[in-house]
């Protein structure tokens, strides 16, 4: 199983940016999916997560209401649209999928199995 995520960059405070997670040799639409994100000198943490189903999604309380986490399983990408960005919002965002385990604690990183290598994401005026 291969992620690559894509997306990221530099956005003015207030702006928008859409990630996207694209899966190779696996079927995302079978597991939940993930996204985390760093800030230099900070640890990883949850940022919002889809289930196997889609039917339901999570986010963290720093993010709701302003990020959407999506999946279309024919493309086999999950997407992740972040609006009304601000500066915390500023790090490394990675894209994850778990692989058999289907428990309720998404914002554990140790629950999923495979990791992207990331996209930086800069919100700065």
């Known amino acids: 199983v291969q992620l690559q995520a894509s997306g990221g960059g530099l956005e003015q405070p207030g702006g928008s940016l859409r990630l996207s997670c694209a899966e190779s040799?696996?079927?995302?639409?079978?597991?939940?999916m993930g996204w985390f994100r760093q800030a230099l000198g900070k640890e990883r943490e949850f940022v919002a997560a889809?289930?196997?189903?889609?039917?339901?999604?999570y986010y963290a309380d720093s993010v709701k209401g302003r990020f959407t986490i999506s999946r279309e399983d024919a493309e086999n990408t999950v997407y992740l649209q972040m609006n009304d960005l601000k500066p915390d919002d500023t790090g490394v965002y990675y894209c994850?999928?778990?692989?058999?385990?289907?428990?309720?604690?998404?914002?554990?990183?140790?629950?999923?199995?495979?990791w992207g290598q990331g996209t930086l994401v800069t919100v700065s005026s």
């Open positions: 994850a999928r778990r692989s058999v385990y289907r428990g309720s604690d998404y914002n554990d990183p140790a629950t999923f199995a495979y």
């Open positions: 040799g696996g079927t995302s639409g079978t597991y939940a």
């Open positions: 889809i289930s196997w189903s889609g039917k339901s999604t």
